[in-house]
């Protein structure tokens, strides 16, 4: 079993920044992929960012060039750098831990609420 535990969620102005950690503990794979994704009230979630074990970064269109997706696999431990932040981005994170065909761990979200 993997635990996931979200932090750095809060409240921001639009076009402020913010941070969110995901620490896994556990039974830590090192050939996890670690991402985020969110899910806005009414809306299907959505991947935001992905750091692949082999160390492949994508990212979905909407973010591109305002967050950055960092990984630090000595402490477990996946960021997001959300910078520009718009009212849009307003949603619930959250961190996963997975590999395909072999497990997939959610955590359990942190809120971001972006005021305009």
């Known amino acids: 079993q993997v635990q996931l535990v979200e932090s750095g969620g809060g409240l921001v102005q639009a076009g402020g920044s913010l941070r969110l950690s995901c620490v896994a503990s556990?039974?830590?794979?090192?050939?996890?992929?670690m991402d985020w994704y969110r899910q806005a009230p009414g809306k299907q979630r959505e991947l935001v960012a992905r750091?692949?074990?082999?160390?492949?970064?994508s990212y979905g269109d909407s973010v591109k060039g305002r967050f950055t997706i960092s990984r630090d696999n000595a402490k477990n431990a996946v960021y997001l750098q959300m910078n520009r932040l718009k009212p849009e981005a307003t949603a619930v994170y959250y961190c996963?831990?997975?590999?395909?065909?072999?497990?997939?761990?959610w955590g359990q979200g942190t809120q971001v609420t972006v005021s305009s």
């Open positions: 996963r831990y997975w590999r395909a065909g072999a497990y997939d761990y």
């Open positions: 556990g039974s830590i794979f090192s050939s996890a992929t």
């Open positions: 750091f692949a074990c082999a160390g492949n970064i």
